[in-house]
């Protein structure tokens, strides 16, 4: 039992309801997540803006989930792991890549596998990135603002893997289906 309340539109504080609305606009449900963030009307429309700002960056939108998904697996978060495999199928990643992000296993693809490291680099070394592993990265085809792109990534990310750490939020089965290649229910 988690410390914390998993609000709905109709228990959520003053503010978070309106958010809640948003945050289901775009996923067609209540992600958990988003349902314990509540609790904090602040903290939950910030992570819906980071959210959407991320998808403004100008890495692809497999890009996007293979940075997130990346650090949700090093953070060991199950419910984001869950959710960035249903949206990597989204964005039309194949069920091999997504295991090999997940596993850390190499990837077909040597641009995807640069940032896969590059990501995995940022979050080990808590920023402090090697110049020669920065220029790898550049050299593999990203550019200088990418790479405070994926710092960007990993900042939200590690909002959302630490909150649901302490939430103890559950995958919902919409994500949970969307993951293993199923239409939501």
């Given at each position: 039992m988690s ?5 709905t539109?109709?228990t959520?504080p ?17 992600p958990?997540l988003a ?13 819906l ?16 989930q293979l ?12 419910y984001?792991?869950?959710?960035h ?16 992000i ?20 940022v ?12 220029r790898?990265?550049?050299a ?12 960007m ?9 630490y909150?649901?750490?302490?939430a103890?939020?559950v ?13 939501a229910?």
């Amino acid at each position: 039992m988690s410390l914390f309340t998993q609000h709905t539109d109709m228990t959520a504080p003053k503010g978070a309801a309106d958010v809640l609305a948003k945050t289901k606009e775009r996923y067609g449900f209540i992600p958990n997540l988003a349902a314990f963030l509540a609790e904090s009307p602040l903290v939950l429309d910030a992570t819906l803006n980071l959210v959407g700002a991320f998808d403004k960056t100008t890495l692809t939108p497999q890009e996007q989930q293979l940075v997130l998904l990346t650090v949700s697996a090093l953070n060991g978060c199950n419910y984001c792991r869950t959710a960035h495999t249903a949206l990597g199928r989204m964005a039309k990643m194949d069920g091999a890549t997504l295991k090999a992000i997940v596993a850390f296993d190499p990837l077909p693809d040597r641009k995807l596998n640069a940032l896969r490291d590059f990501t995995r680099k940022v979050v080990e070394e808590r920023g402090w990135v090697k110049e020669d592993e920065v220029r790898a990265f550049l050299a593999a085809g990203y550019t200088k603002a990418q790479v405070f792109e994926v710092v960007m990534g990993v900042a939200m990310k590690t909002l959302t893997n630490y909150s649901n750490h302490l939430a103890g939020a559950v995958p919902n089965p919409e994500f949970v289906a969307m993951a293993e290649g199923k239409a939501a229910a």
